[in-house]
């Protein structure tokens, strides 16, 4: 016990007597990384195997106290490779973490949406697309690539690069057509591929009554900055995919802001309207 209490108080003294600027930087560039890797983790499986890694740490520490030998030399043997453990168990969240940093303004280029006045029919052909598909609930899966490229998305799916067009995007969401089953990517100006493959929400509280399609849309925003429009097949709802949220129900209104604002490189308005949406809904209250 003393031995604890003496630890505590050279740790206490070395805080405020040997702790300078640097210091005071190196703490908070390491707590600003667990306070990420925490975000990253929240809802996902990352989270229970950080706190297994925080207990296999106390553990570790109170073996030491209490002089339990062979248990601490048998976890501190586990830990020895600690770094090639942390990346297998959080290769998914080390992973957005990395694709977090290379979206960070400082590094990534501005979206190349050259937008103006003279684009308004392009809205205009996605609002018709999308208001006509929900009237007659036909299920679709629309992404707008953002910042973050999606190359490895299109690949799987078949490559248009076709004018954006509502006879065209109507046509590729009939159903019973050999393109209808998948999502369609938008880039620019252009559907860049049609019939592409989405990974599913990762996220624990995307609720089991959402379809395959809704937990597509919500997969593909938790790793880029991709923004989707859905519409239901089962009701006609559309909703609207950013940041691992889902908006449910989105008016056409609101779908009409929404695009203004991605293709007027509008970067505050189209966030302050995501972050709208998404502080009105959570995924995991959303039913299909």
């Not at 953002?146 to 998305?153: A, F, I, S």
Request: glycine letters at 6%.
């Amino acid at each position: 016990m003393n031995d604890i209490w003496s630890t505590i108080r050279n740790m206490g003294w070395n805080l405020t007597h040997r702790l300078g600027i640097i210091d005071i930087i190196d703490i908070l560039i390491v707590a600003m990384i667990i306070y990420e890797l925490l975000l990253l983790t929240r809802h996902t499986r990352g989270s229970a195997l950080l706190k297994g890694l925080f207990l296999l740490l106390v553990i570790v520490l109170l073996s030491n106290i209490l002089g339990l030998t062979s248990l601490n030399w048998l976890l501190l043997t586990v830990l020895q490779n600690g770094a090639l453990v942390l990346i297998i168990l959080f290769q998914p969240e080390l992973r957005k973490m990395l694709e977090r940093m290379g979206r960070s303004r400082i590094i990534t280029k501005r979206t190349k949406w050259t937008l103006d006045d003279d684009n308004e029919p392009i809205i205009s052909e996605i609002v018709q697309t999308v208001s006509d598909l929900s009237r007659r609930r036909v299920g679709a899966l629309i992404v707008f690539e953002r910042k973050t490229g999606l190359q490895d998305v299109v690949e799987t799916g078949t490559l248009l690069n076709a004018e954006i067009s509502a006879p065209l995007l109507e046509n590729i969401f009939e159903p019973n057509t050999p393109l209808h089953d998948g999502a369609v990517v938008i880039r620019n100006e252009q559907v860049v591929a049609a019939a592409c493959i989405l990974p599913l929400a990762e996220a624990t509280s995307v609720s089991r009554e959402l379809g395959t399609r809704h937990r597509a849309a919500v997969g593909i925003t938790e790793n880029t900055d991709a923004a989707v429009v859905v519409v239901s097949e089962q009701t006609g709802i559309v909703s609207l995919a950013a940041d691992g949220t889902l908006k449910r129900p989105l008016t056409i209104d609101e779908l009409k802001a929404f695009l203004n604002s991605l293709y007027r490189s509008n970067v505050s308005g189209l966030g302050t309207i995501l972050r709208n949406f998404a502080r009105k809904v959570t995924v995991g209250k959303n039913h299909e």
